[in-house]
């Protein structure tokens, strides 16, 4: 039902104000995703260093030039192949365009492999499914804020605006 499904710019624009970016000269420049700090060219990455809106540099990489904004949306949209796929191909209920462009934004953040296990897509596709732990699709979306063991404000708030994405528009 939602295999041709694409996240829409009002998505994309959602996806980039919930991750955020770090910007020198009105360059994206390398990050560390945990304080948010810059990080200098001189430095050894950290372990989350991320460049444009989330994107996790992997070994090999090399941003030092920083990017344009043209070249940090494309390789968020590179980086959205995973979490389309994992929402097209295990969300077999279907789904309107603003609840889509929410479901890859979680999924996304998560992770495909933890959105494939998660208590959400149980909701999503199996009628009548209702887990102890979490007794609703609310609170099963809400509780994917946890850091560390611990609650993390910032991802409340974003699963809070996810989930009224998800069920508003």
């Keep these: ?21 770090v910007k020198i000269n009105n360059r994206h ?28 540099i992997t070994p090999g990489q090399d941003f030092t030039r920083g990017l344009t904004e043209e070249q940090a949306t494309k390789l968020l949209q ?17 789904l309107t365009q603003y609840q889509y462009d929410a479901l890859v ?10 959105f ?5 897509l149980k909701y999503l596709n199996v009628p009548g499914f209702v887990s102890k732990k979490y007794p ?18 910032g991802l409340l708030h974003r699963r809070r605006q996810e989930w009224e994405m998800f069920i508003n528009q």
């Design 29 to 56: 420049v390398i990050y560390d995703d945990a304080t948010g700090q810059h990080v200098p060219n001189d430095t050894p990455l950290p372990p989350g260093a991320t460049i444009g809106y989330g994107h996790l």
């Design 116 to 120: 494939r296990k998660s208590t959400v």
């Design 1 to 21: 039902m939602n295999k041709n499904m694409q996240i829409s710019e009002r998505g994309i624009c959602r996806l980039k104000q919930f991750e955020g970016c």
């Design 78 to 94: 590179s980086d959205l192949t995973q979490a389309q796929d994992v929402v097209r191909h295990n969300v077999h209920t279907k």
């Design 136 to 153: 609703t699709l609310m609170s099963a979306w809400l509780s994917w804020c946890n850091s560390g063991g611990r609650t993390v404000p």
């Design 105 to 114: 934004i979680l999924a996304f953040n998560i992770g495909a492999g933890a």
